[in-house]
C-alpha cells in the first residue's frame, strides 16, 4: 500500500498561480475560495536588507489528522494510501472540520454547501495521471509520490534531502506536504505559515460528548422507520418501484 | 410514501456506512468508484492539441471536450519542446475567454458619436462591403499608404497579408516601439541578429543568470520560467538588477536595488572590471570582435566607485558581481530584457547589455545565448505585392533603425495626429489595444478623431471599440485555425498548429476568413488563392515533409536539424558591417550617434514625487486578461508598491486606497497601496493593464489604476523610435489632499508648459535605411 505525499520546493516556485487555476479548473472551485492556494512575494526585513518566498499550500493529508473526528457524519475519512477525504454523499456542510484543520485547508462550497478540499486528484490518480497542480507548475517545484517508495522522488526529497514539515507547538500532526527551501524561505513560513490551533467549536465538543449518541440513535431510527414501510409495503403486495 | 427496492438498500447502506464511521472507526481503503463526482476527466471524449494564446508565448495546449463540443478544460502539450506539458495560471485559464460573456458577438456599425459606443448590429456582408468601400475610396483618393494596419500576433497575420497586398507601407506593432525593439537594435548593431523571441538563453548550461528589469516569474512565460527554475535547482547562481524586489531577486545571490535609470553606469562599471582586471574572454575578442582598444579606453574612467555614486550601489557589489561573471564566464546568461522601452536611451542600454555579453564570450556558445535555426516552411503562393510609398511612421528614417517589418506605432500615431509627412485616414486595428498599451492615449484618440475609417477587430470590447465605425468579433484562438506557429529560437526548433477546439460562438469569424473575404472585395484573390485553411496549412507543412493530418494529433513537429551554437573550428561570419562583433559600432558613428554607450543622466524625481514603474502579474497578460472571470477572480486590481521607510514618514498604510496624480495633473483611478521593504524608495510599481474604461467589460471596468493613462509623456529613443515610459512622476493623493513630505510643492504648472509630446517633431532625413523591409518577426 502507497503513502501518498507531495514536496513542494520553494527554491523553484515563483508563486505564478498556474497550479491553483488548473486546480480550480479540474474542480470547478468557485472563485473565492481554494483547495490550493499561493502567496507571491511575502518579503521581509528593511530595504535594502530584505528576503522573502512565494508560499503554496494545501490540505496536507495529515497522518493524525485533526478534522476527521470532529465530523458528525463520518464524510470525512482517511484511505490507507494517506489520502484524506469528503464524502459529499454524507456531509451535512456543518464546517466543524473546517474549523479543525489547522492549515485552513477545507472550506464550504457555496454551490452545494459541502465540504470540499484538495484530495491529492485521488481520480486522476486512478487515471494514471499526477495531481492537476504537479503537471502544470511552472517551475517543476511540486513533486507528488509514495512516501513508502525509496525510487519515489518525494522519497528521495522527504528522506535524502531532508525537506521539511510545516509542523509547530500549535499542532504537530504529521503533514504530508513536505517543503524544500532556503532557511531564509522556511524562516518566514514558519512565521508566517505556521499551523494554528485545531478549532473545535464547542458545538463539535457538545457532539463528541452528548449529541453523538442521540444522533446515532436517530439516524438508526430513521432507517428502522424506513424499513418498517418498506416491509409494510411489499406485504401489502405493493411492487417496489425500481428507479 | 413509497421507496424503490434501490433506493432503501442504498439508504441501509449509508446508515450503516454512517453508524460504522460514528462510532469512531476510520474507514480505510474505502474507494468509491464513482467518487469524487464529476471530475471532468470522466466526461472527456476528446483531447485536442493546440497553441495557446492567452499572451504571445504560444505554449502548447490540449483541449478537453466533452460530447457536446464543450471546453472543459485545457491541460499543457506534453509534447511541447519548450513548455513539456505546463501550463500558466492564464493558459489554464483559457475557456473562460471563449465563453466570457461580454465578448464582441456580431459585427458591428457605430450609429451614435465615436466613443459613445452606440452600435447596430449589421450581417458581416454589410460589415466587409462598408469596409471595402470605404478602403477604396481612401486609396483612390489618397493612396493605400493612407490605410494603417495595427497588427498583433499570428491571428492578424492573414489581414497583414492583405494589407501588404493593399499596398500600405504602414504596419505597425507596439512589439518594437513599446517593448522589445530597442533592445533587438542594439544587439543587432553588436551580433547582426536581434535577439528575437522566445529569448534564445541557454539557461540549462548557464553557470551565471543576470537579469537586468527582467522579473521572471511575475513575467511567466511558461517555458522560460521552467528552464530558469530548473536552472536554480542545478545551482546556477543569479544576479538580478531591479529596482524592487521581484520574485527573481528573492532567489538571487545577488540583489541589486539600483536607482532607476542608472543601469547603463551599472553596466560600464562591469565592462570596466572585467577588462581592467584581465577577467573577460581574451580569445573570443581578438578572434571575433572589433574595437575593443576604442572600448578599453572608453571605459577607463568607469570604476565600481564612479557608478556607485550614481546608482547607489555599493562599490564592492559592483565589484563583486562582476568578478562572479568573470569566474564563470562563458557560461553566463545575460538576460537581454523584453520590454525594454524605458528612458529613452534603451537601445544604447541594450548596447551596453550586449556588449558586456561579448566580452563574456557567451553570445553563440552554450550557456549564453543560442543561435536560432531556420525553419523550412514555404509560403503560399501569392501575387505579387505592390511596391508601397514611404513610411509615415519614421521607421528608418527618422528613426534610422526602427524596424520596418514592425514599424513604429507612436510614429504612425503621430503622423496621423499631425497630418504630416502625409494624411492617414484609416486604421485598423487587429489584436491590438491602442488605449492601453501606447502611451499617451489622449493623443491617440484625437488621432482617432481625424480618421475617415476606424475598425476594430477583436474578441473582447475594449476601450477602443467605443470609438470604432465597425467592430468586426473574431473567433478566440479556441475556435480556429491560423497560420503556422514556427519556433526559430529554440534548440531543436519547431513548427506548431492552432486548430479548433470548439466551434466559434456566436458569429465570431476567424482571421484566414476575415482577411480572404475582404480580399474578395477588394479585387486582391489573387493573394487568397488557396481555397480552405486547411489546403494552406498543408502547403506550408510540406517544408517539413507533413501535412495537416498528420500533425493535427501531436499539435507540434520537430524540426531536428538545428545548430544552437557557432562552430568555433570554422571561419565565422557575424551579419554586421564588419562581419565582427562590433564593440565599436561605426555605423552609429555616421549616423552621428555614440559609437560606443555612454551615461546619460535621466531626470531626477522631483522632491514629493515618486517615478512611477511598471510591470507584470503570472495572472494577467497585458491589458488584455483583465475581465477573465478566473483570472479577475485572482486579481481584480492592480495594486501600488511603496516602501515602507516612505509610507511611514508619509503615514500611509498597507490596504488603503490612494489616487495618483502625475506631473501633467493628470488624475489615476483609486489604487491600493502594498506597503512593502522591497522597493527602491524613489519608485513606485503597479502591475500595466488596469482601469479598463470599457463599461462593456462588466468585470474589469473601473477596477484599479491604469498605468498607461498616468503616461502623458515618454522619451522618444532616436536610435529606434521606442517610448521611453518610466520618465513619468506621481505624487500620491490620499482623500483629495496630496500626501508629501514638507517642503515638497507640486510640479505640475511647470510641467503644464511641457508640450513636448504634443509638438510636432523636426524630421531629420538620413540617407539610406539601416534596416531591412520586410522582417516579420514575433511580436510581444
Known amino acids: 500500500m502507497a503513502r501518498y505525499a507531495m514536496v513542494i520546493d520553494l527554491r523553484k516556485c515563483v508563486g505564478c498561480d498556474a497550479c491553483t487555476v488548473a486546480c480550480r479548473t479540474e474542480w470547478d472551485v468557485p472563485i473565492g475560495h481554494a483547495r490550493t492556494w499561493v502567496e507571491q512575494s511575502v518579503t521581509v526585513g528593511e530595504f535594502p536588507n530584505v528576503s522573502g518566498t512565494n508560499w503554496v499550500a494545501q490540505c496536507n493529508h495529515c497522518d493524525e489528522p485533526s478534522c476527521i473526528e470532529p465530523c458528525p457524519t463520518g464524510a470525512t475519512f482517511q484511505l490507507k494510501n494517506g489520502i484524506v477525504k469528503v464524502d459529499t454523499d454524507l456531509c451535512i456542510g456543518c464546517g466543524y472540520c473546517v474549523e479543525a484543520c489547522p492549515y485552513d485547508a477545507r472550506y464550504i462550497n457555496p454551490l452545494t454547501n459541502k465540504v470540499d478540499k484538495c484530495d491529492f486528484c485521488e481520480a486522476r490518480l486512478e487515471e494514471g495521471l499526477q495531481p492537476a497542480c504537479v503537471t502544470t507548475c511552472t517551475g517543476d517545484a511540486k513533486f507528488f509520490g509514495d512516501l513508502e517508495d525509496p525510487n519515489s522522488e518525494v522519497y528521495k526529497k522527504v528522506y535524502e534531502e531532508g525537506a521539511w514539515r510545516n509542523e509547530n507547538d500549535n499542532a504537530a500532526i504529521g503533514p504530508n506536504v513536505y517543503y524544500l527551501g532556503t532557511p531564509e524561505q522556511l524562516e518566514i513560513v514558519k512565521e508566517k505559515f505556521g499551523p494554528r490551533e485545531p478549532r473545535l467549536l464547542p458545538p463539535a465538543q457538545a457532539w463528541k460528548n452528548i449529541l453523538k449518541p442521540v444522533v446515532l440513535t436517530a439516524i438508526g431510527a430513521t432507517f428502522a422507520g424506513q424499513a418498517v414501510a418498506f416491509f409494510n409495503q411489499l406485504r401489502k403486495g405493493e411492487e417496489p418501484i425500481d428507479d | ?780
Open chain 2, 1 to 780: 410514501m413509497s421507496i424503490s427496492r434501490r433506493e432503501f438498500i442504498k439508504r441501509g447502506a449509508l446508515t450503516a456506512g454512517a453508524l460504522t464511521i460514528l462510532s469512531g472507526t476510520t474507514v480505510k481503503g474505502l474507494n468509491k468508484k464513482n467518487f469524487p463526482k464529476g471530475w471532468k476527466g470522466r466526461q472527456r471524449v476528446k483531447e485536442i492539441p493546440s497553441i495557446c494564446e492567452m499572451c504571445f508565448w504560444r505554449c502548447g495546449i490540449l483541449g478537453n471536450v466533452d460530447k457536446h463540443g464543450k471546453l472543459l478544460k485545457i491541460d499543457g502539450n506534453p509534447n511541447h519542446p519548450l513548455t513539456e506539458g505546463r501550463l500558466c495560471a492564464r493558459g489554464n485559464a483559457g475557456h473562460k475567454l471563449a465563453y466570457d460573456p461580454d465578448r464582441l458577438k456580431y459585427p458591428l456599425m457605430r450609429v451614435g458619436k465615436r466613443g459613445e459606443g452606440k452600435f447596430k448590429r449589421v450581417s458581416w456582408d454589410e460589415a466587409l462591403d462598408f469596409m471595402a468601400e470605404k478602403l477604396k475610396k481612401i486609396k483612390a483618393e489618397y493612396g493605400a499608404e493612407a490605410v494603417g494596419f495595427f497588427p498583433h500576433g499570428i491571428q492578424a497575420r492573414f489581414f497583414e497579408h492583405l494589407m501588404k497586398g493593399f499596398g500600405t507601407p504602414n504596419i505597425v506593432e507596439p512589439a518594437f516601439a513599446q517593448c522589445r525593439g530597442s533592445r533587438d537594435v542594439g544587439y543587432k548593431l553588436t551580433f547582426g541578429n536581434s535577439v528575437g523571441s522566445p529569448e534564445p538563453l541557454d539557461f540549462e548550461n548557464t553557470d551565471l543568470m543576470v537579469f537586468i528589469g527582467t522579473h521572471i516569474g511575475e513575467n511567466v512565460f511558461t517555458g522560460q520560467n521552467l528552464q530558469f527554475a530548473n536552472a536554480i535547482e542545478r545551482g546556477a547562481k543569479l544576479i538580478v538588477v531591479d529596482p524592487r524586489f521581484s520574485v527573481a531577486a528573492a532567489k538571487a545571490d545577488y540583489w541589486l536595488p539600483i536607482k532607476p535609470g542608472t543601469d547603463t553606469a551599472l553596466l560600464l562599471a562591469w565592462m570596466h572590471v572585467l577588462i581592467y582586471e584581465n577577467r573577460y574572454d581574451k580569445e573570443y575578442i581578438r578572434k571575433y570582435a572589433i574595437g575593443f582598444d576604442q572600448l578599453k579606453k572608453h571605459v577607463k574612467d568607469f570604476t565600481p566607485e564612479w557608478a556607485s555614486k550614481i546608482t547607489g550601489l555599493p562599490a564592492s557589489l559592483i565589484l563583486d558581481t562582476a568578478r562572479e561573471m568573470g569566474k564563470y564566464y562563458p557560461k553566463v546568461g545575460i538576460h537581454p530584457g523584453r520590454h525594454v522601452a524605458w528612458y529613452g536611451n534603451d537601445s544604447q542600454r541594450a548596447r551596453a547589455m550586449a556588449i558586456l555579453t561579448a566580452l563574456l564570450g557567451s553570445y553563440g556558445r552554450p550557456g549564453g545565448i543560442y543561435l536560432s535555426s531556420k525553419i523550412p516552411a514555404p509560403k503560399y503562393p501569392s501575387g505579387k505585392n505592390p511596391k508601397p510609398g514611404p513610411r509615415a511612421d519614421g521607421a528608418g528614417t527618422v528613426y534610422p533603425f526602427g524596424s520596418r517589418g514592425l514599424g513604429i506605432t507612436n510614429g504612425l500615431i503621430d503622423a496621423t495626429y499631425d497630418e504630416d509627412p502625409y494624411p492617414i485616414k484609416a486604421w485598423i486595428v487587429y489584436s491590438q489595444n491602442v488605449l492601453q498599451s501606447i502611451p499617451d492615449p489622449w493623443k491617440t484618440k484625437e488621432a482617432i478623431d481625424k480618421l475617415d475609417l476606424f475598425v476594430v477587430v477583436d474578441i473582447m470590447p475594449m476601450e477602443q471599440y467605443l470609438y470604432a465605425d465597425l467592430v468586426l468579433p473574431e473567433a478566440t484562438y479556441l475556435e480556429r485555425y491560423d497560420d503556422l506557429y514556427t519556433v526559430k529560437n529554440a534548440k531543436k526548433p519547431f513548427a506548431a498548429i492552432r486548430q479548433p477546439i470548439i466551434d466559434p460562438l456566436y458569429e465570431a469569424k476567424p482571421g484566414w476568413w476575415i482577411a480572404k473575404e475582404t480580399a474578395k472585395r477588394l479585387g486582391l484573390e489573387e493573394h487568397f488563392q488557396w481555397e480552405t485553411i486547411e489546403e494552406y496549412l498543408d502547403y506550408r507543412l510540406s517544408g517539413l515533409g507533413k501535412t495537416l493530418q498528420q500533425v493535427q494529433a501531436k499539435g507540434i513537429v520537430v524540426y531536428d536539424k538545428g545548430t544552437p551554437y557557432y562552430d568555433f573550428s570554422k571561419p565565422i561570419h557575424f551579419k554586421t558591417r564588419s562581419g565582427k562583433i562590433e564593440l565599436y559600432s561605426q555605423t552609429l558613428k555616421d549616423y552621428g550617434f555614440d559609437p560606443m554607450p555612454v551615461y546619460e543622466p535621466v531626470e531626477e524625481v522631483p522632491k514629493g514625487y515618486f517615478r512611477l514603474t511598471y510591470g507584470r502579474s503570472p495572472v494577467h497578460s497585458f491589458a488584455r486578461s483583465q475581465n477573465n472571470e478566473i483570472l479577475h477572480g485572482y486579481m481584480p486590481e492592480n495594486e501600488l508598491w511603496i516602501n515602507s521607510t516612505v509610507a511611514n514618514q508619509l503615514g500611509l498604510s498597507d490596504g488603503e486606497y490612494v489616487r495618483l496624480e502625475n506631473q501633467d495633473g493628470i488624475l489615476s483611478n483609486n489604487i491600493r497601496l502594498k506597503v512593502t521593504p522591497g522597493i527602491h524608495p524613489e519608485a513606485v510599481f503597479m502591475v500595466h493593464g488596469f482601469d479598463q474604461k470599457s463599461p462593456a467589460l462588466r468585470l474589469a471596468y473601473k477596477h484599479g489604476a491604469s498605468d498607461n493613462y498616468l503616461m502623458s509623456r515618454v522619451n522618444i529613443d532616436p536610435l529606434s523610435g521606442g517610448t521611453g515610459m518610466r520618465v513619468n512622476f506621481v505624487r500620491i493623493i490620499k482623500n483629495g489632499q496630496p500626501v508629501m513630505v514638507s517642503g515638497a510643492e507640486s510640479i505640475v504648472p511647470k510641467f503644464k508648459k511641457n508640450t513636448k509630446t504634443r509638438t510636432p517633431k523636426k524630421r531629420i532625413v538620413v540617407p539610406q535605411a539601416a534596416t531591412e523591409a520586410g522582417e516579420s518577426e514575433e511580436g510581444c
